[in-house]
């Protein structure tokens, strides 16, 4: 924080000992981030919220002493808190106005209590304790170093818990300081307008207009190095952190040759070139000039004048140049990164927040990060790139063969359809970088070194290198990219390739760690270190297997990991290692349990886990034989395997194949009896693959009678793990569907609780519950038990959504209790079926048809459902224009709804008048057996105005609905008969019928045991024998 504020801190002319803060956006950013994490400290650090301050943070304060209630004493011009130091001493004492305050708890509640003021006290606080760092820990603050060996840290936690303590809380103070540096780039970022395209362009330029004519500006130009970073930068990775991007050997017409830097800041002379070694001297001589041109004319008279000569061209060429470098700018965007480095060291969480950097240094070196050899380096990667050198067995080996060996064996990628569960990481995130000029830590630089030891070292100095890095917090995203910025990576992917187990295993456990990170997961794919992972799972080393398959596991998280992995036989490998037990001279089923055979099968499953979220590797572990194995693994008491392994067949259980095959292994009734397992996780992934598998009839049974229901229920009752809730409630959702279930979950008081998980819960569980309310209310019994628990004006308020699957749900539930004339009466007084009708404008045809299905029992059961149906304002026309839609589902609810609306005979005529006839004929013919029934019954409705029926004989809509009657449905039949006999009315539909032999048909129909079927066809017949009487009788007269 000492640092931050120093650096980057803006302050007033009167400067940083005695003026105060800019109002500028720079400041307002480090204010925030500094409020943010006094603010969390509480409960992020309880134990170092306690830390007593050695000397107090004072500062004019603008609260009052009322502000302060419980845990404060508090009276007209003071307050004081409750709490004290070992002195006796209140951690936090007002006295208006000054404040003094002793602890990060204090802190964190002033800051709670300040609401809208919090900024202001955070700048009075900063402004008045200049070095607060200094006050916290007190002086010597600065000789607390991290130690590189643990013991010595032992010891004083050992010795000195106070001072432990102390310890902590300054390392949190340094990361906060590190993030504010970095957070606070975006802003300075800004302010800079050199970078290495404008200097490229520049020389580029130069070079053109430099010779031996004494015309010619220069005599020559160079670069000191033809090494060029992924960034445009020339200058080694350390004094790109200085800002830095190049360096030029310069030699003008009248002088010796100069030796210049070009940074972000400007162009200025260096000290040269040293004789001996050829290093380049990086102090400054002189000032900084703006830009490379403006410099040489400074320093060269001669350089000066010939310049002025080519000034119109010089400056057309360099316009064509900003054309040509804009777009390798736009593209690759070398010059900026987007994105920032998110600090996930001991825990501490700050808001995400894109950010540009001024500078990107690139640290991937090949071979080393000496930069006089970079020359070297290059030449041996392209030898071995092109085959030239021989592969070597030893540990030390050339970072650069990880890339020529992925070349050469890497497969012609497949199209694949991926599934579609596969949410995560399937987008490539931009690439994270160290920010330049931060001060980057300590772990670092020593991590580099270490990079060093593995390229170079012997096979001891290997393992030791490799100890050593172990001994860094690898989880801590520093570290993890620290490791791939120095080229890391390839050494440690190489060293898989080696005949050296210790170094293998060495380097997995490493790469293990490392590949939580999503960055670190591509560069490891890129480098081609998927396919030797896949063959060290034919090791026979149990441990190389086991670390192997969990690096793949943490690798396979994104579509080409996935698909590499099973291009290069890794799946039929994983399905091996569950069988591991079974090459045990052993008994099979003691011996699958032993530890090592056991955290062999449980990695194996962890890693098909990651894989089978894509649906080419799902057939893949099928056809390997995976299902049997995994089932015989779920009968394990081991919580660590269980979870991979249902985790693999929940995702699994999203391919029809698979739950034919989870029934036949009877999967089901272990996924039931680890529903009652004390561990969340398991839980919530049984809960998710019953969900899955619950779409077929037979696995609901099975579920319910191996006692999978009664678990399930009671498992609502915990709602404090959101994902497990959700899985629960898409089980009981699928398994809803199934009447006799339903029955069960009424006894078990499961749709009360459903009821009570309307409100204040995330989509993901909304959809569920709603669903599953929307199967059990299809019962009148559950009908009137989730309106006597109010569950209807809940219902109705989730209408207002946008989420696609809720509404679809919502929907259903709201008109499966419209069914009850008492539900609708709550529904109608609070707007629903305007909000039902709303909803027939949705975008989505999933929305639309399912809230045209709820408007029929809606309008059924409305008390005055006509005058209900005109009130909505331009209603009836938009039901009508919905039987343009090309969706069959849209198309059969509007019909259905038509049905409903057209038994109002003001309303029959209004959608008469919107041209209701022509576009019900329009879709007579069809094949769709469901749209066919609820076309025919809207027909047969709105035959009864005015000359409908002849208008739908003149649309030829007769004939077509003839062609129904052949239909295998008997709803299909009764609908077309009511229709015909309506449209029999008509003589010339009469004809019609007759001619397309509906006679025939209809007399079949005469006999069958549907009453309603009965009538309207013998009715029909009777219709057409009438007019053909009256055809034979004014024959003959």
């Known amino acids: ?442 772990e670092y630089w020593q991590i580099q070194k270490l990079v060093k030891y593995l390229k170079g070292g012997n096979q001891t100095a290997t393992v030791i290198a490799l100890c050593s890095m172990r001994d860094f917090n690898l989880a801590q995203e520093t570290c993890q990219l620290a490791i791939r910025d120095v080229g890391g990576l390839e050494v440690l992917i190489n060293l898989l390739d080696t005949d050296e187990v210790k170094c293998k295993i060495g380097s997995l456990k490493i790469l293990k760690e490392i590949s939580h990170n999503p960055q670190i997961r591509r560069n490891i794919v890129d480098l081609g270190g998927l396919p030797i992972m896949v063959n060290i799972l034919d090791s026979p080393h149990k441990s190389l297997k086991c670390l192997s398959a969990e690096t793949i596991a943490n690798v396979a998280k994104f579509k080409r990991a996935r698909r590499a992995v099973r291009q290069h036989g890794g799946i039929t490998k994983l399905v091996a290692l569950l069988d591991c037990g079974q090459n045990s001279t052993e008994p099979t089923q003691p011996s699958l349990y032993e530890t090592r055979d056991v955290e062999v099968a449980r990695c194996g499953a962890l890693a098909l886990w990651s894989c089978s979220k894509s649906h080419s590797n799902k057939e893949a572990i099928r056809k390997a034989g995976g299902i049997p194995l995994l089932a015989r693994l779920l009968k394990t008491s081991h919580e660590n395997m269980l979870i991979p392994v249902v985790g693999t067949l929940q995702e699994c259980a999203s391919e029809e194949n698979y739950r034919a095959a989870i029934k036949a292994e009877r999967i089901i009734e272990n996924l039931v009896k680890n529903l009652n397992s004390e561990n969340e996780q398991l839980q919530e992934h049984c809960a998710m693959a019953i969900y899955q598998c619950a779409e077929d009839e037979e696995t609901r049974d099975l579920v319910r009678l191996h006692g999978g229901l009664k678990p399930l229920a009671s498992l609502l009752n915990n709602t404090d793990n959101k994902e497990r809730l959700a899985a629960v409630t898409g089980a009981i959702w699928k398994c809803s569907i199934s009447k006799e279930n339903v029955i069960k979950f009424r006894e078990y008081k499961a749709i009360e609780t459903l009821v009570g998980l309307l409100t204040d819960q995330p989509e993901e569980v909304l959809v569920n519950v709603v669903g599953a309310l929307g199967e059990c209310c299809q019962e009148y019994e559950n009908r009137v038990l989730v309106r006597k628990c109010g569950g209807i004006q809940p219902l109705v308020n989730l209408l207002v959504g946008i989420n696609q699957a809720l509404l679809v749900n919502v929907t259903k539930a709201v008109g499966a209790c419209a069914v009850e004339p008492e539900s609708m009466a709550i529904i109608d007084r609070l707007d629903g079926v305007r909000l039902l009708w709303s909803l027939l404008k949705n975008p989505h045809p999933d929305v639309k048809a399912s809230a045209a299905w709820a408007l029929c029992p809606c309008i059924e059961n409305a008390k005055d459902a006509g005058e209900m149906v005109r009130s909505f304002v331009g209603g009836l026309e938009l039901v009508v224009n919905l039987l343009k839609s090309d969706n069959k589902e849209v198309l059969a609810s509007v019909c259905a709804a038509i049905t409903n609306i057209a038994k109002d005979q003001e309303n029959l005529a209004v959608i008469t008048d919107h041209g209701v006839v022509p576009l019900l004929s329009k879709l007579a013919n069809t094949n769709n057996d469901k749209l066919r029934r609820h076309l025919a019954e809207a027909i047969s409705r709105c035959c009864m105005w005015g000359r409908n029926r002849v208008a739908f004989g003149e649309h030829k809509a007769v004939a077509p609905l003839v062609r129904y009657l052949k239909s295998n449905d008997t709803n299909v039949h009764r609908a077309t008969a009511q229709a015909l006999y309506q449209l029999s009315e008509d003589a010339d539909n009469c004809i019609t019928m007759h001619e397309n032999g509906a006679v025939k048909l209809l007399l079949d129909m005469v006999g069958s045991p549907d009453q309603d079927l009965q009538e309207a066809a013998a009715g029909c017949i009777s219709n057409i024998r009438r007019l053909a009487l009256a055809t034979e009788k004014a024959r003959y007269n």
């Open 1 to 442: 924080m000492g640092v931050a504020l120093t650096r980057l801190a803006q302050w007033t002319a009167a400067g940083y000992e005695t003026g105060t803060l800019e109002i500028t956006p720079l400041n307002e950013s480090i204010l925030n981030e500094i409020t943010k994490f006094v603010e969390s400290f509480s409960y992020k650090y309880p134990q170092e919220a306690k830390f007593v301050f050695v000397e107090p943070l004072e500062w004019k304060t603008y609260l009052e002493p009322s502000a302060f209630e419980l845990g404060y004493v508090v009276s007209a011009t003071t307050a004081e808190s409750e709490e004290t130091g070992k002195d006796g001493q209140p951690l936090l004492f007002l006295s208006v106005p000054y404040i003094k305050v002793r602890s990060f708890g204090q802190l964190s509640q002033l800051l709670s209590i300040a609401t809208d003021s919090k900024l202001q006290e955070a700048q009075a606080c900063i402004e008045a304790n200049r070095d607060p760092v200094v006050k916290i820990l007190g002086p010597d603050y600065n000789e607390m170093k991290e130690d590189p060996t643990r013991l010595t840290l032992l010891d004083t936690i050992i010795k000195d818990k106070e001072t432990y303590m102390k310890r902590k809380v300054a390392i949190l103070l340094k990361q906060l300081d590190l993030h504010l540096l970095n957070h606070s780039l975006k802003y300075i970022s800004l302010e800079i307008s050199l970078n290495p395209g404008t200097f490229k362009k520049d020389i580029e330029l130069l070079k053109r207009f430099s010779g031996k004519g004494e015309q010619t500006v220069l005599e020559s130009i160079e670069y000191t190095s033809d090494y060029e970073f992924s960034n445009g930068c020339r200058a080694p990775p350390w004094r790109q952190i200085q800002g830095e991007i190049c360096y030029v050997l310069v030699k003008p017409h009248d002088m010796e040759t100069l030796c210049l830097t070009c940074s972000t800041e400007g162009v200025f002379l260096n000290g040269g070139k040293t004789e001996e070694e050829g290093e380049i001297n990086y102090e400054r001589k002189g000032e900084i000039y703006k830009d490379l041109v403006t410099c040489l004319k400074d320093k060269s008279p001669v350089f000066s004048e010939n310049m002025s000569k080519h000034e119109i061209r010089f400056t057309e060429e360099q316009q064509k140049d900003n054309q040509i470098f804009e777009k390798p700018k736009t593209e690759d965007g070398h010059s900026s990164v987007a994105g920032s480095e998110k600090s996930k060291i001991e825990k501490i969480s700050f808001g995400k927040s894109p950010m540009t950097k001024r500078l990107e240094p690139s640290l991937n070196w090949r071979v080393t990060v000496d930069y006089k050899d970079h020359k070297s380096s290059i030449k041996d990667s392209q030898e071995e790139k092109q085959g030239k050198l021989e592969k070597s067995s030893s540990v030390s080996v050339a970072p650069s063969r990880a890339q020529s060996h992925r070349k050469g064996g890497e497969k012609v990628e497949e199209t694949v359809s991926e599934s579609s569960s596969e949410s995560e990481e399937d987008e490539e995130p931009p690439d994270h970088r160290q920010e330049a000029n931060a001060d980057l830590p300590s």
